[in-house]
């Protein structure tokens, strides 16, 4: 199991995933979204999934370990659980054993066709990722979540996915898919540099360039 998302399917095991959805507090379609690698867990799934069925977080987030968390205790869910706020009412990060930053979900939302722009830069909350992962991508201070909104991209990106921006990374290299602001609204496009132009291209062949 290699992935966060196949290690979500073996602890579901045989209960459909409404069943288990329901049994962690999520919404099933959310549960398919982390299960098809879409997108990841946050640290109240992650809080539920090792409250409630008493595994461990370094296992689900690394594979690493064993899925159950070793107590002394023999009784676990009777054991008052700390406050998931910290000073001033901010949210704590998951507590194991490795390595972890929380990279923001904003609400802007990347379109990728013709699909609705919210613009506003506020965070809605955050998700753990490992950061020798994120180092190797670039500066985990200036990256974001956004959700992807539109077709254009298909099937390389779907609509409703989740991407990660490095917001430092402002070079381009001619091929690579960036997050690109234009005429106030931002767009997810694979860019092409020609002599005097840049040519912003989608996945969809039913979008032109």
């Not at 998302?5 to 049994?23: K, P, S």
């Not at 992807?148 to 430092?168: A, C, R």
Request: proline fraction near 8%.
């Amino acid at each position: 199991m290699n992935s966060i998302a196949e290690r979500l399917v073996f602890l579901r095991g045989n209960a459909t995933q409404a069943e288990f959805a329901e049994r962690i507090g999520i919404n099933v379609n959310t549960l398919r979204g982390y299960e098809k690698g879409r997108a990841l867990p946050g640290f109240e799934v992650l809080e539920s999934l090792c409250t409630k069925l008493n595994v461990s977080s370094e296992w689900i987030l690394t594979g690493k370990g064993q899925p159950l968390q070793e107590t002394g205790f023999s009784a676990v869910a009777e054991m008052p659980r700390p406050s998931p706020l910290g000073p001033h009412g901010v949210l704590r990060e998951p507590i194991c054993d490795v390595d972890l930053i929380m990279i923001p979900m904003v609400e802007a939302r990347l379109s990728a066709g013709h699909g609705s722009l919210e613009v506003g830069g506020a965070s809605e909350r955050t998700y753990p990722f490992r950061s020798d992962f994120l180092y190797a991508k670039g500066n985990p201070r200036t990256m974001v979540l956004m959700r992807v909104s539109g077709d254009s991209m298909e099937p390389e990106i779907q609509d409703n996915d989740i991407v990660l921006i490095d917001q430092d990374k402002r070079n381009v290299t001619p091929g690579r898919l960036y997050a690109v602001g234009f005429d106030e609204a931002i767009y997810l496009k694979r860019i092409d540099i020609l002599p005097g132009k840049v040519i912003l291209k989608s996945t969809n062949p039913a979008y032109p360039p």
